[in-house]
């Protein structure tokens, strides 16, 4: 079994930056894709952004060029580097990541979630 713990979200002012974290760990072989989603009250949740092994990053339009998605394969973590946060930015997000547990199984698994809060 594979697990992922948050941390770093927090209230900041709009225009302020937050560093999400996310360490996985458990019976990990590899790690594949490594993500954040977000899901703000009301809505559903959505993929903000996403980093393959190789490093190859994907993004939703609205972060874009704000944040950053990062990972250190030695340490089973990813990141997200939050700037400019903006009052629409507040939600729960959540890390997911994909890959191969020792002894064969495929492995996907989610974090329980950090609150960010961006006041206007």
């Known amino acids: 079994q594979v697990q992922l713990v948050e941390s770093g979200g927090g209230l900041v002012q709009a225009g302020g930056s937050l560093r999400l974290s996310c360490v996985a760990s458990?019976?990990?072989?590899?790690?594949?894709?490594m993500g954040w989603h977000r899901q703000a009250p009301g809505k559903q949740r959505e993929l903000v952004a996403v980093?393959?092994?190789?490093?190859?990053?994907n993004y939703v339009d609205s972060v874009k060029g704000r944040f950053t998605i990062s990972r250190d394969n030695a340490k089973s973590t990813v990141y997200l580097q939050m700037n400019s946060l903006k009052p629409e930015d507040t939600a729960v997000y959540y890390c997911?990541?994909?890959?191969?547990?020792?002894?064969?199984?495929?492995?996907?698994?989610w974090g329980q979630g950090t609150q960010v809060t961006v006041s206007s």
């Open positions: 458990g019976s990990i072989f590899s790690i594949d894709a």
């Open positions: 997911n990541a994909a890959g191969l547990e020792h002894g064969g199984p495929n492995f996907g698994s």
């Open positions: 980093i393959s092994s190789g490093g190859s990053t």
